[in-house]
């Protein structure tokens, strides 16, 4: 599903290039459960964001489900993220003048489906994490986890077949992280790929397969970080 090949990515800092990936090469099998884990400014959050077409590599190769994505247009990596990708967020992202089901629903308005699947999916996937009974409460009204289960449903109505989660639970205290994880790891089961980005080895344990990136390089080593 997802293969990375000799990646590298630079940003440029006045005259200077800073390394942010060397020579990254990931593989990851359909319905896997992988985290990356690794310190701040490891290139983690560099790495989630090629992995989630939303930025390009300065080269190497980037394969998701048999197609080579470095020759992307701008608009066709939009609508590959669109379709195949959800994003789950440290910050919930929510809009704040709009309730959880209007949340919910407003990325499904620019796909073409009709009023009533978008009904059905909003409603569908609010009760799947657990705030059928909360659709007409704003964030404000919702406590941190509450709001990510707002967040991860709002993913769900979409129906991605890869959810990147970026440190999810980090905002969260011990309880509402451990309810976050057990949501992750149900959509696992269900037949999701995951891959989740932390720098809390309690949370990466919890997955399937462990990686380790520390000063741009991927390693299956603990010692790497």
């Known amino acids: 599903m997802i293969r990375l090949k000799h990646i590298y990515k630079s940003y440029k800092l006045g ?19 992988v985290s990356i ?10 790495l989630m964001n090629i992995i989630g077409c939303l930025d390009v590599p300065d080269s190497g190769d980037y394969i998701l489900d048999g197609s080579q994505i470095g020759n992307c247009t701008e608009d066709e990596l939009s609508e ?14 929510l809009l704040p003048d709009l309730t959880a089901y209007e949340n919910v629903e ?3 308005l620019y796909h073409k489906i009709s009023p009533d699947e978008r009904h059905e999916r909003v409603m569908r996937t609010l009760e799947q994490v657990g705030l059928a009974d909360r659709i007409g409460h704003k964030p404000s009204q919702l406590s941190g986890g509450q709001q990510q ?3 991860i449903a709002r993913v769900l109505a ?3 077949s890869i959810i990147l989660a970026d440190e ?9 992280g451990r309810e976050i994880m057990e949501i992750i790891k149900g959509l696992w089961r269900d037949g999701n790929t995951i891959i989740l980005i932390t720098h809390d080895i309690h949370v ?15 390693s299956d080593k603990e010692t790497a970080v």
């Open 106 to 108: 407003m990325p499904l």
């Open 168 to 176: 999810p639970t980090g905002n969260l205290d011990s309880a509402s």
């Open 204 to 218: 990466a344990d919890q997955a399937e397969r462990k990686v380790y990136v520390h000063d741009g390089r991927l």
């Open 149 to 151: 289960r707002v967040a």
């Open 37 to 46: 884990l690794g310190p701040s400014g490891s290139g983690k959050s560099t």
């Open 15 to 33: 005259e200077m290039q800073l390394p942010a990936l060397v020579d990254v090469n990931l593989h990851v099998k359909p319905h896997e459960f």
């Open 80 to 93: 590959i993220r669109g379709k195949k990708i959800g994003f789950i967020f440290q910050q919930f992202n």
């Open 158 to 160: 979409s129906q991605p």
